[in-house]
């Protein structure tokens, strides 16, 4: 396996091994899209437990913090005990749509310290694909765990850090939101001055599948050496850019007010595909 990725011929080797006990985390979520309990219930991994992004992978969001922020410690330790997440025991992570969710799981357990966590490379379309089973309905609730979640194992940036920012800034949103033609969730149209736009979605194949290491490293190799930032809407994607970069043997700091806390400060200047 990878550090970062494992495929599902791997999980399901794992899976069947009497002496390696995997914690699976569903994370279904895309914007617009509420239902991931209902699609968790209609079918997921056996053993796998929900994870709701928006209560359990965030903070309250605000205009003064963004949409999805970073929740504390203390509150992830929390929910992670509640998955059942017992200290030493690898944790693997997926979703429905290529990892643009899971990564945020996979980022986030990473920052609280927790570094056996790996994503489920083509997420649950993969598995099945792979010939791997789904179940119905919920599972026996978990013994609680027994991790510890500590603050800042992942670098992270933050707004005037990022008006300073002296490397790489990358937007990984749609180039269309980027360019300003669009904006559907935030105050503002456009991107963060210096920003090159790198979508996230062209870190996938055509199957949703990460590409090679080589593919990425090629994909990033106009980055220069000097550090790289990354943001998206609300630090959602922009773990999904973080992932890719660390399969490419680059790493990156994440801005988790991203967009969506930028562009709600009228004193943040903002570039379109105008200017």
Known sequence: MSSVLVSPEELRTLLSGTECDIHLLDVRWALGDPDGPEHYLEGHIPGAIFVDLETELAAPPSPLHGRHPLPSAAHLQKCARSWGVRAGRPIVVYDATGALAAARAWW?????GLTEVRILDGGLPAWLRSGGELVTGSEPDPSPGDVVCT???????????????????LDARADERYRGLVEPVDPRAGHIPGAVSVPTSENLTAEGTFKTAEQLRERFSGLGQGPVAVYCGSGVTA????????????????????WSQWSSDPERPVATALD
Do not use: T
């Not at 986030?108 to 609280?112: E, G, I, K």
């Not at 940036?157 to 790489?168: L, N, P, R, S, T």
């Not at 973080?242 to 790493?251: D, F, K, N, P, T």
């Open 108 to 112: 986030l357990l990473r920052w609280a």
């Open 239 to 258: 773990a999904h850019q973080i992932a890719a970069l660390s399969v490419a043997g680059r790493s990156a700091a994440l801005y988790p007010g991203s």
């Open 151 to 169: 603050a800042g194992n992942m670098p992270v940036v933050q707004a005037d850090d990022v008006a300073a920012w002296q490397g790489a800034l």
